[in-house]
């Protein structure tokens, strides 16, 4: 049969109305009122293994599993294996005691001013610690002199050693400019004969300490005695602290009298 026009075409609605029976009651005793149940008539959806086509989509998931398993064997051998975890950590290490936001550096052992850690770039790890220190030490020496050699001009009983203009100047800038080419060229000349007989022609670091057994900055030059067995350590200590201080003294000088245009203590000639 068609259905009737303006209504939709669909699974029928079927009422049944229950009447219980009058001698039914609740437990008070009150009659029980009519129900209507209303039951909607669907078909019941297939069970998972009573269509062959729901178990298509689980086995083509497990046939691309192992594809890629298949694929994946040869090239895992391609692959680096694991680095084991370390041991020692930045947690667990020693600290500077200079720089305490710092590990502590390497190769320092057995040098002066060690305890302080103090190595910041690393050079004593990439570089000879010998020649560092021969380098640190000479460059502190020679700075020690500059700055009293760059403060001596300002003295009052300062008092000129060469004639002429050119040596009286008393603003180290001004007196360096003055000075000929050929007061800088002995200069130079100087302090590579020195380097070259203290060190047997052996000036480079790779062979500055081969074949001998001297600390760095030892040429046994000690004209006043003021080194013994006793204070040997702590005058070596006073050496270098002094001489880094210098190194920093004297480059704050020279960038104070770019800055002033006088000397250290204003002298303007």
């Not at 694929?71 to 895992?76: C, E, K």
């Amino acid at each position: 049969m068609r259905p009737r026009r303006g209504r939709a075409a669909g699974p029928r609605l079927r009422t049944h109305v229950a009447h219980p029976p009058a001698a039914a009651s609740r437990l008070d005793g009150a009659p029980r009122p009519r129900t209507r149940e209303i039951t909607r008539h669907r078909r019941t959806p297939p069970k998972p293994d009573e269509s062959p086509t729901r178990a298509i989509p689980t086995q083509v998931a497990r046939a691309m599993k192992l594809a890629v398993c298949l694929l994946a064997a040869p090239v895992a051998g391609l692959v680096a294996p694991a680095a084991p975890a370390r041991t020692a950590t930045v947690l667990n290490a020693e600290m500077s005691k200079a720089l305490p936001f710092l590990t502590a550096p390497k190769g320092l052992k057995g040098y002066i001013g060690e305890e302080a850690g103090f190595d910041p770039v690393g050079f004593a790890e990439i570089m000879d610690i010998k020649w560092m220190r021969e380098a640190e030490i000479k460059h502190g020496r020679v700075a020690m002199l500059a700055t009293i050699g760059y403060t001596y001009p300002e003295m009052p009983w300062f008092a000129q050693a060469f004639p002429g203009d050119a040596y009286s100047h008393s603003n180290p800038i001004k007196a360096a400019l003055a000075v000929p080419p050929e007061a800088w060229a002995q200069v130079v000349l100087f302090c590579g004969v020195m380097e070259w007989s203290l060190n047997g022609g052996k000036v480079t670091m790779m062979t500055m300490f081969d074949g001998t057994s001297r600390a760095p900055g030892d040429f046994g030059w000690d004209p006043m005695g003021l080194m013994s067995p006793a204070n040997e350590e702590r005058m070596k200590m006073r050496e270098l602290q002094h001489g880094r201080l210098a190194m920093i003294a004297i480059g704050g000088m020279i960038h104070g009298s770019f800055v002033t245009g006088t000397g250290v203590f204003g002298g303007m000639n």
